[in-house]
């Protein structure tokens, strides 16, 4: 079982409207991170999220962190073809190291 | 600044070769992540170094390996390529040493592996 479960797993929309992605699991962790992973390049950060109930805007991004700490959501208003991409979050593992653990990710394709 | 450089970027092997990876990380960064990504497992940890140190390990088997260099350049190496090693291998750089762990981590664009 995966420590970290994202749905959907691909979406496909119309330009401008909205969605909203899912990154959920039965732990309580210290901070989250979202990137965005296009194609042919390497996962960018987007933002990390470390208070429970925490939310940060990113322009059209909303990204809000559960209040027990075990989950998050990723909101996109009016979404644009340049918002297509693999959206990831990810965890710290155990030990003060820079291992991530990420979930599996949600493809998100938006046509224009 | 110049980003995290992997190379070679792709590469064609057939199974029971050795393969070799590089990674330069963003200059002053002293940690050096490895991941390896699949359509079927996500992204998976493989290894961390940090000061020319494994500081922590994926649950691979022992023909992943790595190491890194006085000037945090770090390579990875896989033998006895076996079909399912094919894949996109990331490498991160970041300025974190210590403290807490939510440090941003920067990724090449990795180099993709493909076993024939």
């Known amino acids: 079982t995966q420590l970290l479960e994202q749905s959907p797993q691909f979406l496909s929309i119309q330009e401008g409207e909205n969605l909203t992605v899912y990154c959920n699991s039965s732990?309580?962790?210290?901070?989250l991170q979202w990137y965005r992973q296009e194609p042919g390049e390497g996962p960018v950060l987007l933002v990390t999220v470390v208070t429970g109930g925490e939310v940060k805007k990113l322009k059209r991004l909303t990204f809000q962190f559960g209040d027990a700490r075990k989950d998050s959501s990723l909101h996109i208003t009016a979404a644009q073809p340049g918002d297509t991409g693999l959206y990831l979050c990810a965890v710290p593992g155990s030990g003060n190291t820079g291992k991530l653990i990420f979930g599996q990710g949600t493809t998100l394709q938006v046509k224009p | 600044k110049a980003g995290v450089t992997q190379t070679p970027r792709y590469l064609i092997k057939t199974r029971g070769q050795q393969v070799t990876l590089s990674c330069s990380p963003i200059s002053g960064h002293r940690s050096v992540s490895w991941y390896q990504q699949t359509p079927g497992q996500g992204l998976q940890f493989l290894f961390e170094?940090?000061?020319?140190?494994?500081?922590n390990k994926g649950n691979f088997p022992g023909r992943f390996s790595g190491r890194q260099f006085s000037n945090s350049r770090s390579e990875m190496n896989v033998s006895t390529l076996e079909l399912g090693d094919s894949a996109l291998y990331l490498c991160?750089?970041?300025?974190?040493?210590?403290?807490?762990?939510?440090?941003?981590?920067?990724f090449g664009e990795g180099s993709r592996l493909t076993v024939l």
């Open positions: 170094y940090f000061s020319e140190t494994q500081r």
């Open positions: 732990s309580v962790f210290s901070s």
């Open positions: 991160a750089s970041s300025s974190r040493g210590g403290g807490t762990n939510t440090g941003e981590l920067f």
